[in-house]
């Protein structure tokens, strides 16, 4: 292979239209779209993100809200963007149901987006209302066990990984309880603290506010161990249902041929920034979240097992979109 200077390299580099470059711009505005509406965590991680990432890119960052059809379509915005580091996809670990949720799905999670970071997990947990009469989960497994489809609970939506744990766990413990999906994780922790729902399963990054701040209480985590700041809840294996274990994530992704270069400004972007001590405070004790700030390639492989873990839980159940 023959040797490549550096003036060969930096004349390469001049030659490469200008978005293509890995430094972007000074005044570009930058758009992460988040596939769901407002309020919701991964709305929040965003949100959070967004003013560091600008300024280590010099460039104004935007957070744009396209929800529906279980998060596809601002996936798929992003996947037919152009790949010129202007446009990412923060997104939730539901991403990984698209391929065996939408029976014609307008692009492919694996092929239409490369993968930047996986930014970190929070374990799922179930909270109710406070005034509601359960006092655990097996509370309210008994009063589904009494009144089948009686008892019902949000989540983010048919086919997320609320909604597939908490068909596990019916399996597990033999009941039927309705399922109730929301379009974000905001608007059925709305319908919880209002009592319109009996409870919810959502991220513990969700959820914990809600607790903390007296309006929800938690019934059950489903982490490998307890969480810090639910320390009086019990796992589900601690409840007996061994390997009911389920974290919700979020990543980050961007459309496919974006230069390397862009990705890894970008991945290095997110790093320092969730590496500051007021992001990383509020992701890791607000919101309990473990961080993994990974590599693009690790998010691949990540990813990729994701998809074939949940995508054969989906197909099993014959889970339809909302």
Request: no cysteine; hydrophobic share 45%; charged share 20%.
């Amino acid at each position: 292979m023959p040797k490549v200077t550096r003036r060969a390299a930096l004349a390469a580099l001049a030659a490469m239209p200008a978005l293509a470059r890995p430094v972007l711009a000074q005044g570009q505005t930058i758009r992460i779209i988040v596939p769901f509406a407002p309020g919701g965590s991964t709305d929040a991680v965003a949100r959070l993100v967004a003013p560091g990432v600008g300024q280590r890119l010099g460039a104004t960052v935007v957070v744009e809200n396209r929800s529906g059809a279980a998060g596809s379509i601002g996936a798929d915005a992003v996947a037919k963007a152009r790949p010129d580091g202007l446009t990412w996809l923060l997104t939730f670990d539901s991403h990984a149901t698209i391929p065996a949720l939408l029976r014609d799905p307008p692009f492919d999670v694996l092929k239409d987006l490369d993968p930047v970071m996986l930014i970190g997990g929070s374990p799922y947990a179930v909270a109710t209302k406070t005034d509601k009469p359960y006092r655990g989960m097996d509370d309210v497994i008994a009063a589904a066990r009494a009144r089948p489809d009686a008892v019902g609970y949000g989540s983010t939506g048919n086919g997320t990984i609320g909604h597939l744990t908490m068909i596990l766990l019916g399996e597990r413990a033999g009941v039927r309880m309705t399922h109730v999906p929301y379009r974000s994780g905001g608007l059925a922790v709305n319908d919880t603290v209002a009592g319109h729902v009996e409870m919810m399963i959502g991220s513990a990054a969700l959820l914990l506010p809600h607790i903390s701040g007296g309006t929800l209480k938690p019934l059950m985590q489903f982490g490998r161990e307890r969480l810090p700041a639910l320390a009086e809840t019990p796992t589900a294996v601690e409840a007996g249902f061994p390997g009911l274990i389920a974290e919700a994530w979020w990543g980050v992704f961007a459309p496919h041929g974006t230069p390397a270069p862009l990705v890894e400004r970008m991945n290095a972007a997110l790093r320092e920034t969730l590496r500051e001590e007021r992001a990383y405070r509020i992701m890791t004790e607000t919101q309990q979240a473990r961080l993994a700030l990974t590599s693009p390639d690790e998010l691949k492989s990540f990813f990729a097992a994701q998809v074939e873990t949940w995508g054969r839980l989906v197909r099993a159940n014959n889970i339809q979109p909302d």
